[in-house]
């Protein structure tokens, strides 16, 4: 019997995973300079609170979520985004009180969609995500997609795209809302049964179908920017007007519609204009969520965030044939030619280790030719040869492998001399 990753599932094995970490570096980085510090909420909230913060209606909650009883009853999902739990953690903690609002928090972690698997598509997936809630300064939507938009960048990655859009306010949504039901009302019957149970859950989702895509009366659809009344309209003024000022380029979209339930106003995603980079093709998305923490029992709390995933990232890196800037050399490599030298190897890369240098031995009972042949393929820096003479000299000759320069060092000065030549 042979077993494999669930499917929509991976591992990431040495060789990968140095990507991973240069990528959450980068991350982490930012998120220290723009002032998010991480949260960790768990892995499993309630049921409920996905289907109240996320939205009854949205596919995320109708088709995707991986529910399960605990032994005590309980109906628990296994998280499909972060911004939910955040949102309760905001509450649970009474994070409202503190001072500083917004309260700004960020986040990687693995999240869970049954989703179709297919390139880009998994069914656990690995977000970087930031929320900053307790603000509805336009300023802060515009940060948070700057800091989005950083991420990229650093990351090495040119074709990119920011697509932002407003949903407005509730009057807003509401009267868009009647006029998409009037819109495909008396047509409903061409399209999916997806689209006809959105009809009256939630038209908007409608103009998001994958099914329906191509119907001629999604094109012709009222747009919600015709709608946006003077408030919802100077609010989306003021984040271009920020997105502007930070030279950050935009598309504006008024069919860029979210899958989740909890957005108002600004909406955006940020997509991978590369070729070959496959069809799907959004990398982040993100949104204002102003009545997401009164959804789940919290005062009036309004909030904005992103997340992307890192699988995404990454795929994007490769359609573009970027080299992520990773040190991953061994510094010394040690040949021992015989059982004693071998002794004094173990003592030596012990202490060479104790002082942070990353050093390294033979365990497969190589001949002195195979030992030399690891140290290549590990890329060591320098490799010492250990043997008779050098245990009788307590010396050895450490060689550059760059130039092949070689120089005797005693033992006892042997940290020194790979500290100061690291
Ligand atoms: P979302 O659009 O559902 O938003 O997901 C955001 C990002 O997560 C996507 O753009 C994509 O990078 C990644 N993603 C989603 N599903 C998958 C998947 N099956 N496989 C690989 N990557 C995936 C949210 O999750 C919101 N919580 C974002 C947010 C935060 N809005 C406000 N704050």
């Not at 969609?113 to 939507?141: L, W």
Request: charged share 25%; glycine share 8%; hydrophobic share 40%.
């Amino acid at each position: 019997m042979s077993f494999k990753v669930p499917r929509g599932t991976q591992d990431i094995v040495p060789g990968q995973s140095e990507k991973w970490q240069k990528i959450e570096e980068i991350m982490r980085r930012l998120c220290n300079v723009y002032r998010y510090p991480e949260i960790r909420t768990p892995i499993f909230e309630s049921t409920e609170l996905f289907k109240r913060g996320v939205g009854d209606s949205t596919d995320v909650v109708q088709k995707e979520m991986y529910t399960f009883e605990d032994r005590g009853g309980r109906s628990l999902t296994l998280r499909p985004e972060g911004t939910a739990s955040i949102a309760r953690s905001y509450v649970e903690h009474k994070m409202f009180g503190h001072p500083d609002q917004p309260v700004k928090m960020s986040y990687i972690g693995p999240m869970f969609r049954y989703e179709r698997s297919q390139k880009g598509r998994f069914r656990q997936f690995v977000q970087f995500g930031v929320e900053a809630i307790g603000s509805k300064d336009p300023a802060v939507d515009a940060e948070v997609i700057e800091l989005a938009m950083r991420v990229y960048q650093e990351a090495g990655l040119k074709n990119l795209k920011l697509v932002i859009n407003s949903l407005g306010d509730k009057e807003v949504r509401d009267a868009h809302r009647e006029a998409l039901i009037e819109h495909f009302q008396p047509h409903i019957a061409e399209f999916c049964g997806d689209c006809q149970k959105r009809l009256e859950q939630n038209p908007l989702r409608i103009l998001d179908c994958k099914v329906d895509a191509e119907n001629q009366l999604i094109a012709t659809a009222p747009k919600l920017t015709a709608y946006l009344n003077e408030e919802s309209a100077s609010y989306f003024a003021q984040v271009k007007a920020y997105l502007d000022v930070l030279g950050v380029d935009y598309v504006v979209d008024a069919n860029l519609v979210r899958g989740l339930d909890y957005y108002n106003h600004t909406t955006f995603e940020i997509m991978s204009t590369a070729e070959g980079f496959g069809a799907i093709t959004t990398l982040c998305g993100g949104g204002r969520y102003n009545g997401l923490v009164e959804e789940i029992g919290g005062p009036e709390s309004p909030g904005i965030g992103f997340a992307m995933s890192i699988e995404r990232l990454l795929l994007a890196l490769e359609a573009e044939e970027v080299e992520l800037d990773i040190h991953n050399e061994l510094d010394l490599y040690i040949v021992a030619m015989d059982d004693s030298a071998k002794l004094k190897a173990v003592e030596l890369i012990s202490s060479f280790r104790a002082k942070g240098i990353a050093a390294d031995i033979d365990y497969a009972g190589r001949k002195m030719k195979g030992q030399m042949k690891a140290a290549d393929r590990l890329n060591a820096k320098y490799v010492i040869v250990l043997g008779d003479t050098e245990l009788q000299e307590d010396a050895a000759n450490v060689k550059f492998m760059a130039t092949g320069e070689q120089e005797k060092v005693p033992f006892h000065d042997l940290v020194n001399y790979l500290l100061s030549h690291k």
